[in-house]
């Protein structure tokens, strides 16, 4: 028992001491876009792929970064229902960008355990897709944001400003 200095030249912080303090911080938003940052993952499809543009996440206080022009193929294989997941696996200590898919008539359960508590995998929907042996289409997909001070007083002040032009 003692003390861990976490913000002291030298210290030896875990992931895991940092991923609960990034959690708490953040208003316990198990997992989402940080807002502001970068392109926010804004997305489009062509070719049978899915591109990103940048932005961070935030998975149960886990930072990862999507670079702009990342991509993920779509095979049109079948009639399928998916999402492109960011998985977080903390028993191999990786992150991945891939597909999840069902071809039943509605979209796959994703795996998302509390990587605060016990659990080990957490998979975040960044995108929402529907394919055909011949088409990809994208869904709409209400995404998770991460509110930063700077976005909340920026929303603020744009609500505001509409309310005094609405008088």
């Not at 191999?92 to 796959?108: I, Q």
């Not at 394919?131 to 603020?156: D, M, Y």
Request: with cysteine; proline share 2%; charged share 15%.
């Amino acid at each position: 028992m003692g003390l861990v200095k976490i913000t002291f030249d030298g210290s030896n912080v875990t992931s895991k001491q940092d991923a609960d303090i990034n959690f708490h911080v953040t208003g316990l938003v198990p997992a989402g876009i940080i807002r502001g940052l970068g392109s926010e993952l804004s997305y489009s499809a062509s070719n049978n792929y899915i591109t990103f543009q940048d932005g961070y996440v935030q998975i149960y206080g886990r930072r990862i970064y999507i670079e702009s022009g990342s991509q993920v193929y779509v095979s049109l294989d079948s009639t399928k229902y998916g999402y492109v997941c960011i998985t977080v696996n903390l028993t191999t200590n990786t992150v991945t960008l891939g597909v999840v898919e069902t071809t039943s008539s509605s979209y796959p359960t994703l795996t998302q355990q509390n990587l605060h508590t016990t659990g080990k995998i957490y998979q975040m929907p960044i995108a929402k897709y529907s394919k055909t042996t011949t088409s990809l289409t994208l869904q709409s997909l209400e995404r998770t944001f991460i509110e930063t001070p700077l976005s909340v007083a920026n929303s603020g002040y744009s609500r505001a400003l509409t309310y005094i032009d609405n008088f």
